[in-house]
Every structure is written in structure tokens, then in C-alpha cells.
């Protein structure tokens, strides 16, 4: 029994008297018949208190100490002293990468604090449980706090995977030889990092959802089932981030096991304590106790133990607990003598508990997190756990080992060590290196076959090799053939639809596919019947972990509500983060599991990049691919849901990421050759892409697919309606629905003003604009070669006269095409706030529909001295657009 349960500290009146009594008996009882009897005793008693009309109050802290007593801890398995070198060159090195840029390159960053107070929790990791394969099967997956990575760089050197001259280059990344990114980029370091986790918040809950894919994989028999782990390492400071604690039930809902947290509680962020005037380790026990998780707390280091073991009224315990941490943090940074005084010193007990050591050793009592008995102790707890996901909470220091930076609130900014610290900090840890290479911050690297280095590698191999390292397996894929889309090529016979309806019978077509139906990965934060993908929900079930336990209401429908173990669809429920968080962990499948899978994220496409861009800007960093599709696109074509629904700007924002390649088709087809290219190029081509659709859900009758233009669809442009009265004098761009209107305005402007216009459908402003400023580098690079013609010169070639370009998107998207289309260019599009009403007002009070785009056509003609200016006046009123209004792009 542990010592410091005892009750009570002094027995003075009756009751303290009966109670002493009550826990006598229950202590006999845990005793004589074990723990679980003790557990079903004081459940009765609970129940029974509550019949009674007691109000027992639900309690999800347990004291302040290690969850694992000591009583209970297992040996050490490794080698301590000669890990605590390794671990102390791996310190050293990674301080030291930091220090001596920031001497030769001032204000060039880096972190050192975060790493010295993860470092027994990497290494034992590293010695004894980060596996990187499993036979043949992959590996763990580790999410590492994106701060702590010159640590990681420092052993990957020890291992001698990372050169002195590269680990030199840390944070100079555009010189001769490659260096080190700041942080975990997959993108700049493709094959070292696997999840980009700096933005803080996205690493736990993109963990979260990647433990679940994979069970998903493993129940849908797409890949072998193994003990494998997925390891989130957490700043406390981070789990202020919405996003780090907001989904943590799907881990108790569908029994992660495969999932571990380990957060740091160095009781830190950057400014200062987490929780100066609160215990955050409570805070986020509770949390995650309330989540369902299993909780294992690391608090104390062993030298601990004894003290505990000692003090047999349970009054170190109950100091322990009335101090908030900002006092935790004081008592390390101002040493042993204030300790002393200020923490054992209230009670006269807890003085002469201690009376035997001295203030040095009092100041080097260890937290748990940086005792490695205790941290392994707790991580073989972890794997072994069954039914949930574990998170354990490490209390650690702050810049551990730095002296005088250790646990000041400053500590975090701190960049490079004076030079009585740089020696303090060598003789502590014992680097064998001259005081001078010391105070240079000199990287030092044993001996090819020092103790030290074969002792890791031993490790890594036992633990199936080295991590952190992205592979890239080269992997087969049939691409389904264009002919394979034939029923979206071949229109809809004058059936009104909406390129949403197009997608869907698209999707399951590819569902059907023999060779990659399976690899198909439908996502959808709960919008599946808005888009009618009811059918898809019938046809391939939604993942079900738990299959469907009840008989669902409209079980004798067609298209019932079908959840199966093996389901394909992940419904996510109201998540867009949770969903993206989904598409990352099937988009980076072809690395992390060795499969590709190809995820179709489908959702309003409001709240898309606005509201989860952070995750989609992580997800091109990790290489990821896959299809985004924002439906319910457009400021005037989604009808009727006003401000904070209708989406004139994704496009905007999809125009930033590099990786992501947008397209906002108006008819079907176009969709279907996007999508065909889109697979070949990801999966066979292997690049490193991924794309944004949008579609909407305008009902009108889908052409066929007229010839020769998937060209010009997948680079952004292609005539679709050529002027049927002579030779167009004016051009017009439409996309997505308002192609319709360019057609109209076409009929338009011939009919009432006998003015010849061409119609372009124009897919994707975001390629043809990246495709012309390549072209244009290219000539600004070569002025002695002649100048090459962007694709949009060349696709418009010959025809003549100003271009109105049309679109549910803000008038910028067109505009990217300015520099080239010069003083021709005129963008209409939907800038300002959304408004609920029908598309004929929409357009109208935007500007966008058919009148206002043959109005412009008339005006610009007639500033070009094309067209008489007072018949262009005059058009306008008849053709009813406001003239006097106010702009809706203000309004
Ligand atoms: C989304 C986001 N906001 C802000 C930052 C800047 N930032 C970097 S580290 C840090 C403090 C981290 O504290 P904690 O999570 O406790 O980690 P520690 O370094 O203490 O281990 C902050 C605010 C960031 N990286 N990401
Ligand atoms: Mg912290």
C-alpha cells in the first residue's frame, strides 16, 4: 500500500476515529483480495451513496505522483551509463548546432530548451520502443514537437546519417552544401521527415486521425495488421491549441490503442508558465481522463522514492499538491537553498525529511520525464495497453542542463550560452572537447568504434533501423483509362444536373473500378446528403470500426444508412479539421504505409481553406495528394445561405499553396479529365501534387466533351462557343456556372447590339497564371534568347479585342492574368460580402450575370472607341444593371 494514502495524519474526534477505521477495512480488503476488489468495494459504496442522495463528486485527478508506484516498476533494460553519454552528446551537439549559427549568423534562431527537456523522453524512445519496421511491414509513426528537432539532427549525426557539414549548415538551407531545415519538413527534407508539426496543434490531431487511418487500412484489409505505434510528442504549452485536445474522444470512441501522446510538461510555453497559478498536469489529466483515455502520469524521478517512502503522513504529497506551478518552476530556477526554504521549509516535517541531503542535491531532485527508469517504465505501460489510447504526462525542466537559462521564462528565446554556461554545460554532461571548441560551441563526434556509437547502432538495428526517415517504396497504379469517364464525356442529354451530381456518378464509377475502386477514399464532414452522395453511402458503406449495432430507421430504403466494419467512406461528422486531418493521413499513405490510397475530401467549400488552411499548408509540406473538392461553390450560385456560406475566395486561397493545384470547371467533362490526369500524374508520375475542385450546384444540361480540348482544360483554357456572326471583336472568359452567363451575354451582345463575342470556358486562372510567370522568368533569366510565349498568349492567339472575364470568385482571381492581358482585362466577380438570396439577385447584385457581363463588353468597346459610348449608356438601363448603386464589393 502506498505510504502516502495513509489516513488520518491525526485522529481527534470520533469521526476521524470511524474513518480511519473504514479505510483500515478497505486496505484488508486490496490486501487479502487484490486491487479489483477494492475498485468493486468502493463502487458499491459510490452506488449505494448515491441512492442514499449523497452528491459524490466525480473525481478525474488521482494525487500528484508517478500513476506506476515504484513498487510496481520493471528494471531497466538498457545500459544507464552508456546512455546517459550518448544522451549527453546528443544534448551537447544540439545546443551546440544552435549556439554557433546564431555566433556566426545572428538572429538566425533555433530552439535549445525544448529539446534539453525532451531528451529522456526521446532517447529512451529511441533505445528501446520507436520501431521503424515490423518484419516487412512498416514502422512507428512519431510526430516529434517541432521545436526539439536540433535534437533529432544530433543523433541522426551521431549515427552518422547527417554530415558535420550539414548539421553546420543547420538554418542554412540555400547554400552549396544542403542544409537543415528549422523545423520537420517533409518538403525540404523528403527523405528524414515524415509530418510536419511546428505549426502547433496540427501534429496531435493529424496523430489522432493517422491512428485511426491506420486501423481503418487494417480492418478494410489494405494492410497487415502489426503492433505498430503512432507517438505524438506534445508541448503542454500546445495543448492550448483548439486543435491538440479538440478531437481527443475519437481516440477513446474507437479504441486507438495504437496511439500514444507523450506530452512534455516543462510547465513552459514561450512567455512563461503554462499554468503559473494552476497545475496543468491536472488540468489535462482530467481532460483526458474525461476523454476515456488512459492516463499514466511521470511526475517524480526515483531519487523521489525514498522521500515518499519516508514520509509516512502523506504531507509531502499534500505540498506537493497545494503548489501551482508557477512555484514548481521557481523552486528550479532558483536551486537548492530556496528549495529548502521555501518548499520543504512550511512544514517543519518535510525539513527534517530532508535534513540529510545537501542543497545541491535538493536542487537535483528529479522530475519524472528526465528519469529514464521511470519514463521506460511508463512507455512499456503504453504499448502495452489495450482498448484505448495512452497519453502520458512527463513532468520536465525547461532548458534542462543549461544553467542559468533552466526554467527561466526567458529560456525559450534563448539562442546561444555564455561562455561560463558553455563550460558548465561541458563539464556537467562531460564532453570531451577543450574549453576553447567548448565556448566555439565545437560539434563533437566520437570515434568510428567508440562504446557510444556501437551501442546505438546495435539499438536501432534490434529496433528494425534508423528514425526519423521517410521512404518512398515505388509502388504500381493502374490510372483508369479517359475512356474509362466515358458517361461524364458524354454530357447529360439535356438532363439538367450540377457538376455535384457529375462528381458523384463520377466517384462511383471509380468506386466500381476492379484495379483501384478499393483504394478510393470518400471523406465527408457530414455534407454527404447535401451533395447526394446518398447513393455512395449505399454502394460502399461508411467505416464503421464497430460495424452497425442497430437497426437503422430506414433500413427498408434504397438508400439506407449503412455503417460496416469494412465500410470505405469516412464520415467524419461536423470536422473539417478532423476530416483534413483524415485526407493527410490517406494522402502520405504511399509513404507511411506503403499503399496509395486516394482520398476525395468533399465539403462546403466555405469552410475549406479559410477555416482549416493551416492543415492543408501542413499537408502540401508532407507531400501529400489527393482530391479537395469544394462544393457548394460560388457567392451567387450557392443560393439563399447568405454571408458566412457563400464562397467567392477559396480560389484565392487555394492560388497559395504550391502544391495545390485549383480548378473551377463549368461542365462535367472538364471535371472528369482533371480528375484522370490528376491520378496519372500522382500516382504513376509520382509528383508531388495535389488538387482543389470546385462544384456547385446550379442545375443545367452538361454538354459533351467537344474535341480536342483536354489541353487546354488541364492547363486552363480552351474556346468553348466561338462567335456564330463573323469575327468576334470581343472576348469572353466564364467559369464554373457563370460560363453560362458568358454564353448568354454572348447571345446577348449578338442579338440586341450585333456585336460578335467568343467564349472561352476558362478552368483554372491559378495554372495559367503559374504557368506564364514561369515563362516570363525564364525571359527575364535569357535576354539573349527570343522570349517565349506564355500559354495564355498562345491559347488566345488571334482573337481579338478586349476580354471580360467573368467568375463566382472575387475579381483578384481573374486578375492574376493582368500583367499579361494588360489593359484588355476586365474582371467581374463577386468581391464583398455573400447576401441570402436566389442566383438571378445574386448575379444581378453582384454584377456577374449575363447583362452586367454584355454591359462591359459595350463599355470597354466603347472606351476603345469600338462602340458608340452613348448606346453602351443606354444598354445599360435596358438591360436593367444599376448604374447608381453602391459597389457590392463595399456594401
Ligand atoms: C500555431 C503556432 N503558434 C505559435 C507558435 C510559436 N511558438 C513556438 S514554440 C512556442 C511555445 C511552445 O511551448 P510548449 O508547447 O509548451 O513547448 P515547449 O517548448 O515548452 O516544450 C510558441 C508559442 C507556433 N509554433 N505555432
Ligand atoms: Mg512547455
Known sequence: MNPVLEFPVKLETDFDQEMAEWLEAFDEVVDDQGPNKGADLLNALVRRARDAGVDVPVHLNTPYLNTIPASEEVPYPGDRKLERRIKSLIRWNAMAMVHRQNKKDPGIGGHISTYSSLATLLEVGFNHFFRASYGDEPGDLIYFQGHASPGVYARAFLEGRLSEEQVKNFRHELRGTPGLSSYPHPWLMSDFWRFPTVSMGLGPLNALYQARF????????????????????????????????????????EKLDNLIFVVNCNLQRLDGPVRGNGKIVNELEAYFRGAGWNVIKVMWGCDWDPLFAADKTGLL???????????????????GAYIRREFFGKYPELLKLVEHMSDDELHRLTRGGHDPQKVYNAYLRAVQHTGSPTVILAQTVKGYGLGSAEARNATHSEKKLADQALSAFRTRFDIPIPESAARDGSLYLPVEDSEELKYMRERRRQLGGVIPTRELPKLHFDTPSIAEFSESLAGSKGRAVSTTMGYVSMLRQLLKDPKIGKLIVPIIPDEGRTF????????????????????PHDQDMLLYYREEKNGQILEEGITEA?????????????????????????????????????????????????FLVGATAGRTTLLGEGLQHQDGHSHVLASTVPTCHAYDPAYVYEIAVIVQDGMR???????????YITLYNEDYPMPEM???????????????????????????????????????????????????????????????????????RWNRLHPAESPKNPYILNAID?????????????????????????????????????????????RRHFEVNAESIATAALSILARHGKFEAKRAQQALLDLGVATEGQDPAVL
Open 214 to 253: 491506420m486501423q481503418y487500412l487494417e480492418n478494410r484489409e489494405l494492410i497487415k495488421k502489426t503492433p505498430r505505434k503512432i507517438w505524438a510528442f506534445v508541448g503542454d504549452g500546445e495543448t492550448d491549441e483548439p486543435e491538440t485536445l479538440g478531437s481527443l474522444s475519437l481516440g477513446s470512441r
Open 317 to 335: 504529497l499534500k505540498r506537493m499538491e497545494e503548489c501551482v506551478d508557477g512555484e514548481l518552476q521557481t523552486f528550479k530556477a532558483k536551486g
Open 532 to 551: 447526394g452522395m446518398e447513393s455512395i453511402i449505399r454502394q460502399v458503406g461508411i467505416y464503421a470500426s464497430k460495424g452497425q449495432l442497430y437497426k
Open 578 to 626: 478532423g476530416s483534413m486531418a483524415s485526407f493527410a493521413a490517406s494522402g502520405t499513405s504511399y509513404s507511411n504505409y506503403n499503399v496509395i490510397t486516394v482520398p476525395f475530401f468533399t465539403y462546403y467549400s466555405m469552410f475549406g481553406f479559410q477555416r482549416i488552411g493551416d492543415l492543408v499548408w501542413a499537408f502540401a509540406d508532407a507531400r501529400g495528394k489527393g
Open 681 to 691: 500524374r500522382m500516382y504513376e508520375l509520382n509528383q508531388d501534387r495535389f488538387y
Open 706 to 776: 467537344p474535341k480536342g480540348v483536354e489541353e487546354g482544360i488541364l492547363r486552363g483554357i480552351y474556346k468553348y462557343r466561338e462567335s456564330a456572326k463573323g469575327k468576334a471583336v470581343v472576348q469572353l472568359f466564364g467559369s464554373g456556372p457563370i460560363l453560362n452567363e458568358a454564353i448568354k451575354a454572348q447571345e446577348i451582345l449578338a442579338a440586341k447590339y450585333g456585336v460578335a463575342a467568343d467564349v472561352w470556358s476558362v478552368t483554372s486562372y491559378n495554372e495559367l497564371r503559374r504557368d506564364a510567370l514561369s515563362t516570363e
Open 798 to 842: 488571334g482573337a481579338e479585342g478586349p476580354i471580360i472575364a467573368a467568375t463566382d470568385y472575387m475579381k483578384i482571381v481573374p486578375d492574376q492574368l493582368s500583367p499579361w492581358l494588360r489593359e484588355r482585362l476586365v474582371s467581374l466577380g463577386t468581391d464583398g460580402f455573400g447576401r441570402s438570396d436566389n442566383r438571378q439577385y445574386l
